[in-house]
């Protein structure tokens, strides 16, 4: 027994001095710059603050960790910025669906997030469609069949027409040779004010967001989005169930680092963001948002985000929007 | 719970000494913010998030809707010393306020400023008390069509705003309403106006327009006006320094006019307090005794729109409360907070989560005294800025004002806008512009163009439709009297001199 222990310590040893050149060990030197391209307030700068309470808690990492805004023009100052860091290690930044649409539909973004360094993808989110309590509709096959009779009548509050409530909206209405109005908003309590006033009929949002209006009688859900049933919303079919099955383009967040990240800090950040998915932290922010955690790797996360980005240009010129790159 | 309890238990709750000491702090610290520009207080909250994750929801939102309203008590500070809006909700104030210091009257415009915050404020925390969810359900019943005919009321007080010459104000409304479009379009993800610069994706901040126009081009101006060796004057003696009774008498209705209109549209998601500014100061230059005195240096231009924006912050808590709406970035962030906290904002926080709502609103009755005992002892105080001479105080406006735009957004190249502002500001006033319009237009322009383009795509592009809703007409209607008035008047004295002249013959 004794005996087996020291020789899988003594292989152990010899198998980690044989890797040690290949995965030289790559650690932070100073204090990590953490890029998030919302001011202050915004929902990423929120959740990213969160993330570096939790880090410090924790105690997961050997330096401190920063929030550093980096705001203008969706997200492409931001992308900018990273592009700028290239060769320095101690950046990362969180990214959002926006750092694919943006240089997708904009001529003037020119950092495309593949061509930064994708470390892992952290979260999808889930989305509810929700109309007024007492609206006529019980179903989406309801409110996808009075839309067919009168097209081009009812409308949905939402917000840029490349957000992914038109996205989803598109998608719906090609499968079900539908058509509604798609009314933007800028901020999500005009559009959430937009449904209650009954001056929209519909709407796709966050369950953060409407959850409370749900729970409270004013809003009922209609179907939610996402792979599997919520925790909260356990009744309600998904689109699938719902008789909608489409390729879903999910909401992602997650870490990119600047353009040609060495191995070595790749696998360390894999590593570190692996230890803070089982903290506690982690786990009640996902719940407290009803969020969907993901686990997935840099490579697997690149090739996500190459389909994803495909996906979105088709998707995208069907909403009208012009597609550039 | 009904009104009388719920107050009894939340001034039990705000009462407690850990809820005192949260809610000094907070207003404390919004003062403070409130007068540095560039850190709002959205962005304060924010910063300070991750410190209460372990505090108790009262106890917190406590503390930073302290930080929210008591920043608008400090913006209006820099303001009336600097010509620096400390706050985008006190530009407004740098009219007139700005105009009494260099008379020698910035202790009174800053004492007239925080009474009015006060009797406001307090005003808009009743109104809370009293009619939130009937308020609530009001504010719902408002969609883009009377957004849109309220912006339209409001850019149509512009005529009133302009001063001497119609043309040059609507001119200046012009730029503001082109600047305002610089930027991502969201109806069509186009860009517009930016030049192939990626910085100006996300249109400019409305900071850098507003401290270019004003602090810098009014700096400019004095230097150009051969202002460098005087200084301004500064009563001495602390009873020089504070608002007359006649100053109070003045600003009677500015007051009233503060609280209603300010809490109205607080009230509205997606208004808020700078608009809310705008309007109560118009709608006080339209019913003057004086309208022609305005931007000279009246105490009633400082006292509505400071009022305004102080009333704004109990109706923009209204939707937040009771229907878990945020209707601007603190508001937002104050919804994040509670969530955090373990609170669930929305149409049930009244009943699950009394201590919360009903201290909130307790609080805030505190929280408002406090800030003004805070701030008019610091009248005087503030007051002996001005006693810098010139070279020191013109390079230290300059200073402050690049610090506070480069403190937002934190890029260079804001800082070259902020210069080219300056000069614009600089050349309007040499050409004798008025620079008030261009500042609204770039406000409200952004929100106008939204809700025409909301209304028209919700009834199929017919503008007509517009008139069959009660409120939008009768606001249209308004803003075309607005209009047509002046034009009345001219029409007028042309006859009236015609007739003169006819007589002498």
Same mark, same amino acid.
């Given at each position: 027994m004794k005996r087996r222990s020291l020789l899988a310590g003594t292989a152990a040893l010899v198998v980690s001095a044989a890797f040690a050149p290949a995965f030289a060990q790559w650690q932070p030197t100073q204090p990590l710059e953490l890029v998030v391209?919302?001011?202050?307030?915004s929902g990423n700068d929120v959740m990213a603050r969160q993330l570096t309470t939790i880090i410090e808690q924790e105690k997961l990492s050997p330096v401190r960790v920063q929030v550093s805004n980096r705001v203008g023009g969706g997200s492409t100052t931001a992308a900018a910025y990273m592009a700028s860091?290239?060769?320095?290690?101690?950046t990362i930044a969180v990214f959002t669906i926006v750092w694919v649409t943006d240089p997708l539909t904009q001529?003037?973004?020119?950092?495309?997030?593949?061509?930064?360094?994708?470390?892992t993808r952290l979260i999808e989110e889930p989305a509810l469609i929700v109309v007024r309590?007492?609206?006529?509709?019980?179903t989406l096959a309801d409110f996808v069949k009075a839309a067919k009779e009168k097209p081009g009548q009812l409308k949905q509050s939402g917000g840029s027409i490349t957000s992914r409530d038109n996205i989803l909206r598109q998608l719906i209405m090609k499968q079900a040779g539908a058509n509604w109005v798609f009314v933007p908003f800028p901020g999500g309590g005009e559009r959430i004010a937009a449904i209650l006033g009954g001056h929209t009929d519909i709407m796709i949002t966050d369950p953060s967001e409407t959850g409370e209006q749900v729970r409270a009688g004013k809003l009922k859900v209609l179907a939610q989005v996402g792979k599997e049933r919520l925790q909260t919303f356990k009744d309600i079919p998904t689109l699938k169930e719902a008789g909608f099955d489409f390729q879903d383009i999910p909401q992602t967040r997650g870490i990119v680092g600047p353009p040609g990240m060495p191995p070595e800090a790749v696998k360390y950040y894999e590593d570190f963001f692996e230890k803070l998915r089982k903290t506690a932290g982690w786990k009640k922010f996902l719940a407290d948002n009803q969020l969907l955690g993901v686990d997935e790797k840099s490579a697997e996360s690149k090739k996500f985000l190459v389909t994803y980005e495909d996906m979105l240009r088709v998707v995208l010129k069907d909403a009208g929007a012009k597609v550039v790159r | 719970m009904d009104i009388a309890s719920g107050m009894l238990h939340g001034f039990y709750v705000a009462l407690q000494p850990t809820n005192l000491l949260w809610c000094f702090f907070g207003c404390f610290l919004g003062t403070v913010v409130g007068i540095l520009?560039?850190?709002?207080p959205a962005a304060t909250i924010s910063l300070l998030l991750p410190l209460t994750f372990k505090m108790d929801a009262a106890g917190g939102i406590i503390m930073m809707a302290g930080i929210y309203y008591g920043a608008k008590y400090g913006g209006s500070t820099t303001s009336i010393l600097?010509? *620096?809006? =400390?706050?985008?909700?006190?530009?407004?104030?740098?009219?007139d306020g700005y105009q009494m210091a260099r008379k020698g009257r910035a202790g009174a415009a800053l004492g007239i400023a925080a009474i009015a915050s006060f009797i406001a404020g307090t005003v808009g925390v009743v109104l809370l008390t009293l009619m939130a969810p009937p308020i609530a359900a009001f504010a719902l019943s408002f969609s883009s069509p009377e957004y849109f005919s309220l912006m339209v009321l409001g850019l149509a007080l512009v005529v009133l705003l302009s001063g001497t010459s119609l043309v040059k104000g609507l001119l200046a409304l012009l730029v503001g309403l082109w600047l305002t479009a610089i930027g991502v379009d969201i109806f069509s993800a186009q860009a517009r106006f *930016?030049? =192939?610069?990626?910085?100006l994706l996300g249109g400019i901040d409305f900071t850098i327009v507003a401290i270019g126009v004003f602090a810098l081009g009014e700096v400019l101006s004095s230097i150009d006006g051969g202002e460098e060796s005087k200084m301004l004057p500064v009563p001495r003696g602390l009873r020089n320094l504070l608002p007359t009774w006649q100053d109070m008498k003045d600003c009677r209705f500015a007051f009233l006019n503060g609280s209603v209109v300010g809490f109205i549209i607080g009230?509205?998601?997606?208004?808020?307090g700078t608009i809310a500014s705008f309007i109560s100061y118009g709608l006080e230059k339209a019913v003057s005794?004086?309208?022609?005195?305005?931007?000279?240096?009246?105490v009633e231009g400082v006292a509505a729109p400071e009022g305004a924006n102080n009333a704004d912050t109990g109706g923009a808590l209204i939707p937040l409360l009771t229907?878990?709406?945020?209707?601007?970035s603190s508001t937002a962030i104050l919804l994040s907070a509670l969530i955090i906290w373990g609170v669930h904002p929305g149409p049930l926080m009244m009943t699950e989560s009394p201590d919360v709502f009903w201290g909130l609103v307790a609080s805030m009755y505190i929280g408002n005294i406090m800030l003004l005992i805070l701030n008019l002892p610091m009248v005087p105080a503030f007051a002996q800025?001005?006693?810098?001479p010139v070279y020191v105080l013109f390079p230290f406006i300059f200073g402050i004002s690049i610090v506070g735009v480069y403190g937002t957004t934190g890029r260079m190249f804001d800082l070259g806008l902020l210069a080219g502002f300056g000069f614009l500001g600089y050349m309007m006033g040499k050409l004798k512009f008025p620079t008030a319009p261009l500042i609204l237009g770039f406000v409200l322009g952004d929100s106008m163009e939204r809700a025409l383009r909301q209304s028209m795509m919700m009834y199929g592009g017919?503008?007509?439709?517009?008139?069959?809703?009660p409120i939008t007409a009768t606001m249209l209607v308004l803003a075309g009297i607005v209009l047509i008035l002046p034009l009345i008047t001219y029409f007028n004295r042309v006859r009236v001199q015609a007739v003169a002249e006819g007589g002498e013959a």
């Open positions: 391209h919302g001011g202050p307030g860091k290239k060769g320095d290690s101690n001529e003037a973004a020119t950092n495309k997030l593949n061509d930064l360094t994708p470390i309590a007492d609206s006529p509709y019980k | 520009p560039g850190l709002g600097l010509n *620096i809006p =400390g706050e985008s909700s006190s530009v407004v104030t740098c009219i *930016i030049f =192939g610069q990626q910085t009230v509205l998601p997606g208004a808020g005794k004086h309208p022609e005195k305005f931007g000279t240096g009246v229907l878990g709406i945020p209707g601007g800025i001005l006693r810098m017919d503008f007509t439709a517009l008139f069959h809703r």
